[in-house]
């Protein structure tokens, strides 16, 4: 039994239905992270969870009980939400022990295990200062610690770093990762729509758009061999070069004057000759050398660790990612290699993967 079982589950605002009949199991210790774009109905689905937003039909089971219709408070849960809601009045002391003093929890119990937080989170020293006296990073290691002091089996976070700085969700986002990991035993899903966020912390992503869950996978099957060219091009920065084209006998991929033989790629189903689809190969992916002539160097955006470098062939534009030592000068004439073992093809028709 997984520690989180979302079952058949329908929810509906008035005439919308939202999900329809969406099903998903989280194991025990697991990070799971939902990622999608805006309104793909992932904090819908968290919020169900979470016991925020009442289902229409099927059933939430959190570590083998149904809990589809208890109260928030009653299923064993804690949450981060996007904004830091802490009480502007109160110390940083009495935001993370709030919920315990509600809950009449012993004063011992509750001053260890305040501590217990604040030095997991490296908060100890600012537990005498209010939430006006702290930076942003700060108020939410303090709402991640007031989710930390109620033992909860299931974490639920919302967005948590998306109010923050560049430079903060990193340093926070590291923090995360190491959080789980000194949890051990403790369930986190995590709701984004930053690839990197969920490509990093994840031990498995759901991809969502349209209410659906596009690919379930972890973040190396999701990169490596996306399951529709959505996921395909949402997955990864900078996104993945798509040239469409047909398959021609071989088998190869033919776009135009340009052929691509297929001998080295891993059919998933076996296309038509003369069915249409798209080829997508990450800029890393492709290399300089003997290959697809013709291009020149259209523009170069340098990155310190590698140069981004788009290559131009009329219509035909692809970005190719070199180390940052390597420098083509613009207008400067290039061919690209391209290895079949390390690119993906999609249906034309619905973006399947083949």
Known sequence: MGAV??????????????????????????????????GCGKSTLLNA???????????????????????PKDRGIAMVFQSYALYPRMSVRENL???????????????????QAAAMLQIGHLLDRRPDQLSGGQRQR???????????????????????????RNELRVEI???????????????????????????????MKDQQIQQLGTPMEIYHHPANRFVAGFVGSPRMNFLDGVIADGPAFVAGQRR??????????????????????????????????????????????????????????????????????????VSLAIDPARVSLFAAEGGRRL
């Open 49 to 71: 969870i979470a016991g925020l937003l009442d289902v229409d039909a099927g059933q939430i089971w959190i570590d083998g009980r149904n809990v589809t219709w208890e109260e």
């Open 260 to 333: 691509l033989g297929l001998d080295g790629y891993a059919f998933a189903s076996r296309p038509q000759q003369g069915q249409a689809v798209t080829l997508g190969v990450r800029p890393e992916h492709l290399a300089t050398g003997t290959g697809w002539d013709g291009f020149t160097v259209d523009l170069v955006e340098p990155m310190g660790a590698d140069n981004l470098v788009w290559c131009r062939d009329g219509e035909v534009a692809l970005e190719l990612r070199l180390p940052g030592d390597r420098f083509l000068a613009q207008g400067a004439p």
């Open 142 to 168: 303090v709402a991640i610690g007031r989710a930390l002091v109620r033992d909860a089996d299931v974490f639920l976070f919302d967005e948590p770093l998306s109010n923050l700085d560049a430079q903060l």
């Open 177 to 207: 990762k190491r959080l789980h990991q000194r949890l051990g035993s403790t369930t986190m899903i995590y709701v984004t729509h930053d690839q990197i966020e969920a490509l990093t912390l994840a031990d498995r992503i759901a991809v």
């Open 5 to 38: 079982s979302v079952r058949n589950v329908t929810v509906a605002f008035h005439s919308l239905r939202v999900f329809d009949r969406m099903s998903l199991e989280v194991e025990r210790g697991e990070f799971l992270v939902l990622l999608g774009p805006s």
């Open 97 to 115: 022990s709030f919920g315990l003093r509600m809950a009449k929890t012993p004063k011992p119990e509750i001053d260890r295990k305040v501590a």
